[in-house]
C-alpha cells in the first residue's frame, strides 16, 4: 500500500504580435510533495520546466507552429498530450494547420531523439554530427463532417524514434443519429517485416441525464514474437490513460504484454446529477490476443469517478477503482508479481482553471 500527493501548475502567455504573428509559452511545476531534498534550503525547482513555447505565423486558414507544443490526434488513441500524467506530453517540432471548406488537417515533424550532441554555440556546430540516426515523428491528420458523422484519417511515420521504421494508418468514424453513438476505427501498421492492426467499435444510446455504451478493442498480438515477424500493435505515443482502465495497467502497449496483444471489452455509463455532479462507471475485462501459457484472461477492472463543480473556476474529482486479476496477470503485469489479490486504488483531484 502506498498513498502521494501530487501538483502541477501551469502558466501561459499567449502574445498576439499581429494579425499573422502570435507566440504563446506555458511553464510548468510538477512534483510530488515530500521530495525535496533539504525543507528549508532546498529552492532548485527541478521539477520547473518549459512546457510548452511556439510560434506560430499564418492565419485562420493556415498557419506553421514552431517549437515545442502538445499534439492530439483525434481522440488521442495514437498521439496524445497525456493530461492525466502530472507532466503531460510536449513535442518538439513544426506542424502546418489548416482549416478550409468544412475540412480541418495538420502535418508536422517532430524531432524525437537527437543523438548527434550538436554545440548549441561555434562557429560550426556541425563539427560534432555522426551518422543520421536521429528519430522522427511525422505525421498528417484530416477531419471533416458529414451531417451528424465526423471522419478522421492519420498517417504517421514512425523513424528510428521507437522502432527503426514503421507506417501508421488510421480511419476513424464517429457521430450519432437521435439518441444512438456511434465510434469505430481501424488501424494498420506496416514496415519492415511489420504488420499490425487495431479495430475498435463502440454503441452507445444517450437519455434524459446519462448514457450507456458497450465497447470492444481489439490489438493484434504475436504468436511468436522470438520470430521476424512483428505482429504486435504499437499503441505509439497514445493517451492510453483514456482507453484501458484509469488504474493504468495497460500504458507500455505492446511490451509489457509479451508482444501478445490486448482485447478489452468495456461497459460504459455516466449519469448528470444536480448542481454540476456527473458519476461515470467503466466495467473492462482484459485479455490477451494471443494466447501465453495456455491462457488470455487478464482480468476485470471497475472504474468509478464523481465530479462536482464547487465554482464557476474549479471542480473537485473522486474516482477509485478495483482490478480482479486472474493467473495470467501475475505473470505479464509487475503490479500482481506476488500473488492474484484483488488490487484496490483510489484519488481525489482538485481543478482550478483560470481565466
Known amino acids: 500500500d502506498d498513498a502521494a500527493v501530487l501538483s502541477r501548475v501551469r502558466l501561459g502567455v499567449r502574445a498576439d504580435i499581429d494579425t499573422w504573428l502570435g507566440a504563446f509559452v ?70 502546418l494547420l489548416g482549416n478550409a471548406s468544412g475540412i480541418e488537417w495538420t502535418a ?60 501508421t494508418v488510421n480511419l476513424r468514424a464517429h457521430g450519432g443519429a437521435g439518441p444512438m453513438t456511434y465510434d469505430a476505427a481501424g488501424a494498420y501498421q506496416f514496415g519492415p517485416d511489420r504488420g499490425a492492426f487495431l479495430a475498435t467499435a463502440k454503441l452507445g444510446v444517450a437519455f434524459d441525464k446519462g448514457s450507456v455504451a458497450a465497447q470492444v478493442d481489439y490489438l493484434s498480438g504475436d504468436d511468436d514474437p522470438a520470430d521476424a515477424d512483428l505482429k504486435a500493435f504499437n499503441t505509439l505515443y497514445a493517451t492510453n490513460h483514456k482507453f484501458y482502465g484509469y488504474m493504468d495497467y495497460f500504458l507500455a502497449i505492446p511490451e509489457q504484454l509479451d508482444e501478445a496483444g490486448l482485447i478489452d471489452a468495456v461497459v460504459r455509463g455516466s449519469l448528470s446529477l444536480p448542481k454540476g455532479t456527473t458519476v461515470r462507471l467503466d466495467l473492462h475485462r482484459f485479455s490477451l490476443a494471443k494466447e501465453r501459457g495456455g491462457s488470455k484472461a487478464l482480468g476485470t477492472e471497475l472504474d468509478v469517478v464523481g465530479s462536482w463543480k464547487l465554482h464557476t473556476l474549479a471542480a473537485l474529482e473522486l474516482g477509485g477503482g478495483l482490478f480482479l486479476p486472474e493467473d495470467l496477470a501475475t505473470t505479464l503485469l509487475p503490479a500482481f508479481a506476488n500473488g492474484d489479490e484483488p488490487a484496490y486504488w483510489g484519488y481525489a483531484q482538485l481543478v482550478v482553471r483560470w481565466p
Open 108 to 167: 508536422f515533424w517532430m524531432s524525437i531523439a537527437e543523438r548527434d550532441e550538436l554545440l548549441p554555440v561555434g562557429l560550426n556546430p556541425q563539427l560534432n554530427q555522426g551518422i543520421d540516426d536521429d528519430g522522427w515523428l511525422i505525421g498528417g491528420f484530416v477531419s471533416t463532417k458529414a451531417g451528424a458523422s465526423t471522419f478522421e484519417l492519420t498517417g504517421l511515420v514512425d523513424r528510428k524514434a521507437l522502432t527503426d521504421a514503421m507506417y
Open 26 to 95: 506555458q511553464l510548468q511545476d510538477a512534483r510530488a510533495w515530500g521530495t525535496a531534498t533539504n525543507t528549508l534550503t532546498d529552492a532548485s525547482a527541478d521539477f520547473l520546466d518549459m512546457h510548452q513555447g511556439y510560434a506560430d505565423v499564418g492565419t485562420s486558414r493556415i498557419k506553421g507552429r514552431l517549437g515545442r507544443q502538445e499534439v492530439n490526434l483525434g481522440d488521442q488513441r495514437l498521439v496524445g498530450a497525456v493530461g492525466w500524467s502530472n507532466t503531460g506530453r510536449a513535442f518538439d517540432g513544426v506542424r
